[in-house]
């Protein structure tokens, strides 16, 4: 059951939001906060590199990165109303809503500031509040008690267990070489780039069979004059643990091209997407969205359809 010091706080962060340009009500308040503040839990748990806005909206389905922020006011409020009515948390609870950042950047934003004690702040002392907050957010152990309190549901844990990996690990190596259906895939992309999902623009070269340096290897890349695009293919017949690692092959592969750019003193951006012959698993769903991983089912069906 959710706590009563949610509720409060998000109808009094929806109520503030009327007097401004972007009001947003209650009811759709309440599911961002839902779901944001359990992302920024993992978030900080994980130890990993500051999300940015685009990855707390594509967590919670805002629809783009200026939404990404709607339920950190309330957010703020829950956690200082628990801090105020609670004695288990004795140092204090951290406001988390810190370790957000902008694309690009690596520190997090000076975000809101609706605090007595930091309304007659300077820039520079703000900013050390919020890199003390992203400090202690990160080193907080009781995040899982704050979302017990609030009955406030943790994200689901989407990685399979161990042994099943060890399973895919012992089988996937035998495959021989790559199917018809994968080549053919593969030409088609490189011909009918539009349709596959690949949008780009000016002088482009699309290459096969692209070797990194790691000695990876990339089904296609596509380098036009502004941006690469990779493609990662997994045909029809692939099982759901192959194309998990398709997802997964599709972060590797992004990180390559970036690595490769940045090598090359470029400025262009670079992004990778998943292609499957078939549709695509319904239960790997959530785990594309994540990771932000654009995907493109179903080609087979486009490949039979007559040129226009």
Known sequence: MINPIVEIAVRESAEKSRQGPKPISYEKLMPYV?????????CAQSKEELPTYSDVSTAIGAGNAKNANRGFGAIMTILRMLEERSDRFDAGIPDITTIVRRKGKSQGGIGVFDRPELMDASEAQKREWVDRQQVLSRRFREWDQVLAILGIT?????????????????????????????????DWIGAHLQAAGVDVEGNI?????????????LDVIVKADLEWVGVEVKPSGASDDEVRKGIYQVVKYQALLNAELLIEGSPKSARCILVTGGPFPKTLWSVAKRLNIRVIERVLDLMDRPAI
Request: aromatic residues 10%; without cysteine.
């Open 34 to 42: 839902l779901k944001t503040l359990p992302f920024l839990v993992q």
């Open 154 to 186: 943790p994200m689901n844990n989407l990685m399979p267990p161990a042994e099943r990996l060890e399973a895919f690990a012992r089988t996937s190596g035998h495959a021989s070489g790559k199917s018809q259906e994968h080549q053919a895939i593969q």
């Open 205 to 217: 070269v699309v290459h096969q069979e692209y070797l990194f340096w790691s000695l990876d290897r």
